[in-house]
C-alpha cells in the first residue's frame, strides 16, 4: 500500500554484503586498470529504443518531459555508456561501472549492477579480459562454486541465412528457440520451404553441456565454414578459462541472443547452489555503429543483488555500549576513533529494550578517565 509494486525496504546483512562486493569490485577493477564511469539515472527513451539498441520501451519506467520527449530511468549500462564514450578518445579502452537499472520485466523494478566494457580492442584479448576479470572478482568474494557458460549469436543467425525464411519467420523462431518450444518451431516451418530446418533447430535446443558439444558439432557443420570458425572461437575460450583454473565451463550453442544489440559471443555465470544468474554479457560492436563508429566492445555486468544473497555472512564485531554524561562524552568518542575495529554505541543511558554484548561506563576521576564494565 505505501510503496510502488515491486520497490522494497531493505535492512540488515543484504544491504552490508552488497556494500562489501562493490567495495571488492571497485578494487578488483582498478587493480586491472579500468577506468570508473558513472550515466545519468534519466536518460532520453531513444537511447535505447533506436534501431541498433532496440530495446523494448514498454518495460522502461518512462514519462514525457516538457518538450514531450519520452525520459526513462536508465535500463541498460552498455548502451548508455556506448552513448557516454562514443567521443571519448580511443587510448580509453577498459571502462567500470556500479550501479542500478530500472524494467519491470524484472523481479523488482530496481536492479543493482556492477561491471564492465572493454571497447577498441583486440577481439580475443577483450573476451578474455572481461571473463577471467569475472572469475577474479568471484574468487575474492569467497564464491567459488560456479559456471561458466558460452554462446554465440552467430550460431542461430548463420544457420538461418541458409534458407528461405522471411523477417518474420525469423523473429518467430528467435522467441521460439529463446524460450525452448519445440511445437512452435514445427508450427513456424511447417508447408513451408524451409521445412528441413526444423529437426537441426530442435536438436540445437539440446546442445548443451560440457566441450565434446563442439566435437560434434564440428562433423555436423564440416562444410560451413563460418559456422566451424565460430565452433573455434568458443573452443579458444574454452583453453584460456582452463588454464586460469575456473571450476567449470559449459556450452551452449543454441542459445539465441536476449539484447538485440549483441553480436557474437556471448557469456553468462551460474551459481551451482541455485542455479542463479550472477553475470551475463557478450559481445555488441554493431551498438557503435549508430554513432559512426567501426569498432570492438564487449564486457559483462554482474548482478549485486544476487551475489549479496550468496556471500558467507561476515560476522559482526561484538556489539559493545559505553554509558557516559555530558562531561565524559568527548572522552568515549575519542576511545572510538582510537578502535575502529569495536562496534561502540554511545548512550547516556540503556533501557531493556536494547541489548549489547558487552556494556561499560565511562566514570571521570579528577583528571583522569576508566572505562567501568557493568
Known amino acids: 500500500m505505501f510503496l510502488p509494486e515491486g520497490s522494497q525496504d531493505e535492512t540488515g546483512n543484504l544491504i552490508s554484503n552488497r556494500l562489501t562486493a562493490l567495495e571488492i569490485f571497485r578494487r578488483i577493477t582498478n587493480s586491472r586498470n579500468f577506468r570508473p564511469i558513472s550515466t545519468p539515472v534519466v536518460e532520453y527513451a531513444s537511447t535505447f529504443t533506436n534501431d541498433v539498441a532496440g530495446m523494448d520501451l514498454q518495460w522502461m519506467l518512462k514519462w514525457f518531459n516538457s518538450d514531450g520527449e519520452i525520459e526513462v530511468l536508465r535500463p541498460d549500462w552498455t548502451a548508455a555508456i556506448a552513448r557516454a564514450i562514443a567521443s571519448q578518445h580511443p587510448s580509453e579502452r577498459k571502462w567500470t561501472y556500479q550501479g542500478s537499472v530500472f524494467r519491470m520485466d524484472k523481479h523488482g523494478t530496481e536492479n543493482r549492477q556492477a561491471g564492465i566494457e572493454i571497447v577498441h580492442e583486440e577481439r580475443f584479448l577483450g573476451e578474455s579480459e572481461s571473463l577471467l576479470t569475472a572469475a577474479a572478482?568471484?574468487?575474492?568474494?569467497?564464491?567459488?562454486?560456479?559456471?561458466?557458460?558460452?554462446?554465440?549469436?552467430?550460431?542461430?543467425?548463420?544457420?538461418?541465412?541458409?534458407?528461405?525464411?522471411?523477417?518474420?519467420?525469423?523473429?518467430?523462431?528467435?522467441?521460439?528457440?529463446?524460450?525452448?518450444?519445440?511445437d512452435y518451431v514445427k508450427e513456424i516451418l511447417k508447408n513451408t520451404n524451409a521445412e528441413s530446418l526444423i529437426q537441426p533447430l530442435i536438436e540445437l535446443m539440446d546442445a548443451y553441456g560440457s566441450r565434446e558439444i563442439i566435437d560434434e558439432y564440428k562433423q555436423r557443420w564440416q562444410d560451413t565454414p563460418s559456422l566451424l570458425e565460430i565452433l573455434d572461437q568458443i573452443e579458444e575460450l574454452i583453453r584460456l578459462l582452463e588454464q586460469a583454473k575456473v571450476p567449470e565451463v559449459i556450452i551452449d550453442l543454441g542459445r539465441v541472443k536476449n539484447l538485440p544489440y549483441y553480436d557474437g559471443i556471448m557469456f553468462r555465470g551460474f551459481l551451482v547452489e541455485d542455479g542463479s544468474t550472477c553475470f551475463s554479457g557478450g559481445r555488441y560492436d554493431r551498438l557503435y555503429k549508430q554513432f559512426e563508429l567501426q569498432t570492438s566492445a564487449v564486457g559483462l555486468a554482474f548482478d549485486v543483488d544476487v551475489l549479496a544473497k550468496h556471500m558467507p555472512v561476515i560476522q559482526p564485531s561484538e556489539k559493545l555500549c559505553f554509558i557516559v554524561d555530558s562531561t565524559t562524552h568527548a572522552?568515549?568518542?575519542?576511545?572510538?576513533?582510537?578502535?575502529?575495529?569495536?562496534?561502540?554505541?554511545?548512550?547516556?543511558?540503556v533501557d531493556s529494550e536494547l541489548v549489547y554484548d558487552r556494556i561499560y561506563h565511562v566514570i571521570k576521576d579528577r583528571e583522569t578517565y576508566k572505562v567501568v564494565e557493568r
Do not use: W
Not at 335 to 348: K, N
Open 137 to 182: 572478482y568471484l574468487n575474492e568474494l569467497n564464491i567459488s562454486n560456479y559456471v561458466i557458460e558460452l554462446s554465440h549469436t552467430g550460431i542461430f543467425e548463420g544457420i538461418l541465412t541458409l534458407y528461405p525464411l522471411n523477417d518474420e519467420q525469423k523473429r518467430q523462431l528467435h522467441d521460439a528457440m529463446y524460450e525452448k518450444q519445440e
Open 331 to 349: 572522552y568515549a568518542e575519542q576511545y572510538r576513533i582510537e578502535h575502529p575495529d569495536l562496534r561502540i554505541d554511545i548512550r547516556y543511558s
